[in-house]
């Protein structure tokens, strides 16, 4: 796919081994790591994003965190904060997901840009394997084919791999879309801006630049995580869920490279899942309610084909169930975004929902309700042609950046009017 754009997968051990020496020929490389953020990730600024970052072994970084709203950082913007690494980028009135993405490139001086989300964790190798990855494979932009995931609400914790292959014919087609999403872990060559720009939104962002980055005939490398250099966070504020063949237990994470940066997960639990029930509260369509027993925005497929003795059939039901239940998203996560909420097929409330006369399913059914549900509820089962107006009153997206059918309107590369980015010191104001 991506319009014959090459894509290659760099083998773990070759790129962990080579980002242990990711400073070698070619002298200084500094990689700008970019954090779009909001005033309720405060919480955690210090020991989650500037922690993960501080402690990465690639020996030329720089931090570049945009953040909104009616009071800065009292981390990043506290007089007794020195790290001339660190540009902290403050504005009061709204930005896009997007849109800060953007302001972070331009003020980055890195060589390389890599998402360093605020809510999620990256072990001390990340920067160094990352880089490697994309050296091996000759490539302009490297993103992770297999990833750690932890949900906050549940406590569990899973390992997706695409190329380990899906766990039901059902979900094969799907395993490119989980390739090419999940922004939490790309890193690039900063020379792909401006022409790469983010488009002005807030959903789906990470998607739509990598869709036009491969269309642009550039080559993207994959980088299979099975040691643990980064962990996705889920706590019901994210714009996607997640999907995992296998669960991971607490100590085999704890032993992982991610092991020392664990102490930080209760405080964004604390920040951003809170005291949320678990339970889905957006599964009503009408007169039917789709029910998950799956909380969280987490399903782990062994554990879950394990309580139902090895029904694939039944799992894959379970897992559509999920999808629409609703399970792991906030109450106001549809308004927040801007976006109107989907209903499944008809047949598909028929037969699972709880007002019907029999639940439980069938497989054609979930098979119907699974393709129905691409473009919402997981990352992965969405696409930006499925975004519509129009958009609710105080949306986190920007209703000028769509147009009916698909993302328009990129933000200009040079972050906005007024925008000026002074080396005597490193904070600055929009």
Known sequence: GGGGAAATTATTAASEAAGAASGRAGGRRVISCIAPTTPERH???????????????????ELVVVDTGPTPSAFFSSAE?????????????????????????????????????????????????????LDDAGADFVKLSAWFVHDLQTGATGHFDAEAGMPHPSLAPLTEQFLYTYGFSFLYRRKLFPAFSFAATSWGEDQDILKRVRGGGRRVALHRDRTGICLHNQHGENCSRSFAQTTVTLDALRASPLGPLLPALPLIGRALAGGRRVEGESGVYGDKEVRSENAGGL??????????????????????????????????????????????????????????????????????????????????????????????????TNPASYRPGGIGNPVAATGGPGLAFGQSSRKFTL
């Not at 993960?52 to 030329?60: E, G, I, R, V």
């Open 81 to 133: 904060f020195e790290d001339r690494r660190v540009k902290y980028i403050h504005q009061v009135g709204h930005m896009t997901i997007g849109e800060k993405r953007n302001v972070a490139i331009a003020a980055a001086s890195g060589d390389f840009i890599c998402h360093f989300d605020d809510d999620d964790l990256y072990a001390p190798s990340y920067l160094a394997t990352m880089l490697a990855a």
């Open 43 to 61: 919480l955690f600024h210090e020991s989650a994003l500037y922690r993960c970052f501080a402690a990465q072994t690639h020996p030329h970084t």
């Open 299 to 396: 399903f782990c497929w062994d554990s879950q084909l394990a309580a139902r003795r090895g029904d694939g059939d039944g799992t894959l039901t379970a897992f559509t169930e999920w999808l629409w239940s609703g399970n792991g998203f906030s109450k106001a996560r549809y308004d927040k975004l801007g976006l109107a909420r989907p209903a499944p097929p008809q047949q598909f409330l028929e037969r699972n929902g709880s007002s019907a006369a029999a639940a439980g399913g069938g497989t054609a059914a979930a098979a119907e309700a699974l393709r129905a549900g691409a473009g919402q509820g997981l990352e992965s089962l969405r696409s930006v042609e499925g975004m519509r107006e129009p958009h609710a009153p105080g949306a986190i």
